[in-house]
């Protein structure tokens, strides 16, 4: 991993996934995970201050990019629940078969390499009465926006830690053996090749 994203793309990623409006999406959809909980890219931690402690047992957060793990361990002490960090590849997600009540998953989809292999392993580890919970920027419904997503997303992967710009979140969901419960799309302020944004809840097929 590079100086850049071990000690500079945390911060940057920190501050940009912490502005107002996505930490508002974050407060709408992170408060109704329950009991055993699996975070995919949990990142700088910046759900954690909206887990309902009556509600949650444990937090498991995966994340490859150990970078980020020392800002989200300075939030998890924090909070009362209990929170691992674990820097583990989504594809390899070291847990028994219908292991987690919840799986939170936040402006993450776009950065994982092979996510449709991530999705079905997640799939695996959620129990059949489990709850997927997302919230995810991807393919906006504007021919025009998508053009600017298709060109922008080479050059902003590498400045963003993989991040694509034009991903199909329900598609992919599908794909990768998940019923979508709920779905709200909406764009989020800001330049709309980056900002449109898919919510909701999944459960395994």
Excluded at 3 to 11: A, E, G, M, Q, V
Excluded at 47 to 64: M, T
Excluded at 169 to 194: C, D, H, V, W
Aim: charged fraction near 20%.
């Amino acid at each position: 991993m590079s100086f850049y994203d071990n000690k500079i793309l945390p911060h940057i990623i920190d501050c940009v996934c912490g502005m107002g409006d996505i930490m508002k999406q974050r407060s709408l959809l992170v408060p109704r995970a329950h009991g055993r909980v699996l975070e995919i890219g949990i990142g700088t931690g910046l759900n954690l201050e909206f887990y309902d402690a009556a509600r949650v047992q444990h937090i498991c957060g995966v994340d490859p990019a150990t970078g980020m793990h020392k800002l989200a361990r300075k939030r998890a002490a924090g909070i009362s629940i209990p929170v691992e960090t674990v820097p583990l590849v989504v594809q390899e997600i070291q847990a028994e078969t219908a292991s987690f009540d919840s799986i939170v998953c936040t402006f993450t989809m776009c950065t994982i390499p092979d996510v449709v292999p991530a999705l079905q392993e997640m799939r695996r580890v959620l129990k059949p009465t489990g709850e997927f919970l997302f919230c995810e920027h991807g393919l906006a419904p504007d021919e025009s926006v998508r053009r600017w997503q298709d060109r922008l997303t080479p050059m902003w992967k590498p400045l963003a830690g993989g991040c694509h710009l034009n991903r199909d979140i329900p598609a992919l969901l599908k794909e990768g053996g998940f019923n979508l419960r709920e779905l709200k799309t909406q764009y989020l302020p800001g330049p709309k090749p980056m900002t449109y944004v898919y919510s909701g809840s999944a459960s395994p097929q």
